[in-house]
């Protein structure tokens, strides 16, 4: 199982903090992409992403995930390209439909019905897959109308290509493109687009486990990830947590490191081979690294 850990501190020196978690052993290193999420503001993908690939010498980085609500498709794939190289070849573009509504209603942008949120991704996914892939993309769509005759650098093995999945749409439609599947079993919890806790956890496991039928149906082969929200530690406030999850897929993920840590080695017997932290205290990591690495 590989562990990805998500830069979300918009306070850290994204280089200091990416030195320091390459040499603790994590597996992958990644960028939130958001303005920000109720009150807490997020460092920009970009700058960041950039920042860490410059500082590190051998951990994967990847974003997690490029906000399609936020970014032009054309701008991703040029960015992608350009992070591969400068990266020499560690960088994987991971690219989501994005759900957060207050940050971009308060940017001056309409936030889309459900349905052209999941559309919009689809047609962007399959451009970002052209432009990667050969540095060309001709594509229109109900969403897009794309021309592009050359975008660059195109390096020897363009960056791999992650998509996060929530719905059946998304999986029977993105899945063919991609080169990793990430699961976001959590996604009717921010349909709403905001974050419901209550939701969440009435998510059962077996809603997890046809997810992954589904995309092994579309893609024996490929390998599955999952976004996994959590929150490791024995203080009131994980405790809390951990009692309001209770006892069905995501009750696994929040508690004691040594409840996490099991939760996730179940994810790896479900035949998950990545799993993305993003806790809502950083110090989970922490706590987390001696059961994991």
Known sequence: MEYVINLMDVDANPSEWARQREDEGWHVLSVADHLYTGTRPFPHVWVAISSIATSTSHVKITTSFVNNLLRSPVEVAQAAL??????NGRFELGLGAGWAKDEIV????????????????IEAIQIIRSLITDGTCDFHGDYYQVSVPKLGPVSDLPPLLVGSVGGPRTVREVTPHLDRVEIKASSASTRGGNLDLSVMAEIPEEHLLSMIERVREIRPDIEIGMFVLCNAGTDEFTKNLAAN????????????PEKVADGLGWLAEQGISRAQLSPFDDASFNRLAPHLL
């Open 106 to 121: 308060d940017s001056g942008m309409d936030y889309p019905l459900p349905r052209d949120r999941a559309g919009g991704f």
């Open 245 to 256: 999850m209770g006892d069905r897929l995501f009750g696994r993920f929040f508690g004691s």
């Open 82 to 87: 350009l992070l591969q190289k400068v990266s």
